[in-house]
Each structure stands twice: as C-alpha cells, then as structure tokens.
C-alpha cells in the first residue's frame, strides 16, 4: 500500500495513515461477523435500528463499490492495531477520522472494526470468568455512542472512538449503573446515560464493583475508585440543591487539586453531555431541568466549567 496516495484518497494526513502502518504492522486482523448474523448482533450491542439499518447499507461486502482498496486497508489494519493491545487500558485511537459524508462505509469504518473485534473481546471476557450478560451489556455502548452521535448530527461520534477501543480491549466493563476503566493506579469510574444517578443505584453498582474485579482480575491490585468528569466541578453545589444526585455523587470523592486537562475544554463537556449540542445558541437552549438552568445560567454570567478529578478508597 501507497500510504501518501492512501492518505490522499482518504483525505486524511499521511502522518495518520502512517502512524496506523506503524502500530498495526503485520499484525493478525479479525474478520467481520457473517453478514447474515450483523442484525441480531447489531441488536445485542443496543444499535437502534435507523443505525443498523446505515451499518447494514455500507457493509463491507466483497466487490462493493462503496469499499475503495485503502478504505479496506485502513478497516483491516484498524482491527489489528486495536487487537494488538487486547488488555490494554490507555486511551487509542483506532485511526484518522474520516470524511463521514462520503457515505455509510465511511462514515462507519469504525463501527465495522469493533464488530470485528466482538468475538476476540468476548473471549477475552471468557478467559477471565466474565458473565456474558456482563459482556454483551458492556459492549452495548457502542449502540448508546451511535444513538448520542445522531442526536448531535456528528458532532459526537469522533470523540467516542478511542474511548470504545476500551471495550474491544476488555478494559471498561458496565456493572450497574456505572462504568468502570480498569489498570493503572486506580478503577476510574464513568457515568454513562441510562437514568438518574440515585445513590442506591451508585451504592449498588460500587458494590458489584467491588466483588467483580478481585474476582475476574485477581493478579491486579487497586485500592481506590477514581473520576475525571465536570460532574465533580463544586461550583454544581452554588445551582443543585444538597440532596439532588449529582451533589450526593460529589461528596462520595475527595478531590484533587486542579489541573488544566491537556485538549479537554470543560465548557464544551458539559454542553456535549448535558445538551447533545455543540452548536445551539445559549438562548435556544432547553430549561427544563436544574441542571440545564445551572449550565446555561453560569455560562451565560462568563464563568467557565472545570472538569475534576477525584477518588476514594474501594
């Protein structure tokens, strides 16, 4: 492969194209699921049917004009270069964002690449005694991400592709109502969007938390629950009242002392999570709950949210 002519036809910089080259090497791919079996597997990762249905219209199939020679080389070797780090826990990208609008192939190159790499997290999952019903609601993120990135028109699924490499490394496991990203020094808990965070459903999830990874993960050691999020920024308390769930979550850490996240802008966080809107003026902005009051009322005044980190012992 050409990789400056890919990377042309991609329209993407070479720098990209060659860093996939570099980590991927010649390492073992995966192969995608039969197409005949996509839907069901498709339904069993929460994928709503207007996104299956684009997922299935750009399918990889041999000969498919949809499918140029570096697009099947940059699915291929985005599979590998995924593989290669299977228990891995950092943050990686799969590859260079693309030009979504030249279609479904591209605009889920992505999305083909985990499905490739379900079975090889599943088995991983198997070799540490994981529940399937652990596995498949854990991996179901990936139909949460694509509902979020239609919502936003866009704006929201580049972001997630590094993050859901952590489920297809076996490193970010949902027990509950949390998210939990295991190595490191610590098991950094997220909150995904599935309901209110009432402190039963946090205290349950913790405890399952609690149990899960001596069990599965005996040969890994942590003494602490940690959380990067702008939903422990304290300036929350001037706007929630003491009992509402975001300020009861808060108390459970103690924070650290602040640091200026390197290309994280918390302003932007928020709008992303609380909104599913990067775009919407402030004034257009829905009122609805304290939460939505608080983020547009305190921006409105030109003060800036801050994304915190905090922890507490297991």
Known sequence: MDLDAAAARLGVRI??????????GDRPS?????????????DRL???PDDAAEIM???PDPGSPL???????LLDRSIALVRADLGGHGWLSPGPELPRERGPAWRHLYVYAYLALVDVATSYHRDHGVADAVSWVSLADLGRNLAIDRRMHGEGWPVMQSWLTLHARGSVYELGR????RGGATIDLHVPESGPMTPEAIAASLDEARAFFPRHFPDEHY???????????PQLQEYLPEDSNIVRFQRRFELEPYQEPEGLDADVEVLRFVFRTLTTPLDRLPRRTALQRAVVDHLKAGRHWYWRRGHFPI
Do not use: M, N
């Open 46 to 48: 929460a994928v709503r």
């Open 15 to 24: 720098e990209d194209v060659d860093r996939v080259h570099r980590l991927a």
């Open 223 to 233: 003494t602490e629950f940690a959380c990067g999020s702008w939903l422990l920024d």
């Open 67 to 73: 499918w140029t020679p570096e697009l099947r080389w």
């Open 57 to 59: 219209a750009g399918w």
């Open 30 to 42: 995966a192969p995608l699921p039969a197409k005949a079996d996509a839907p069901a597997i498709l």
């Open 178 to 181: 949390l998210q939990y990203h």
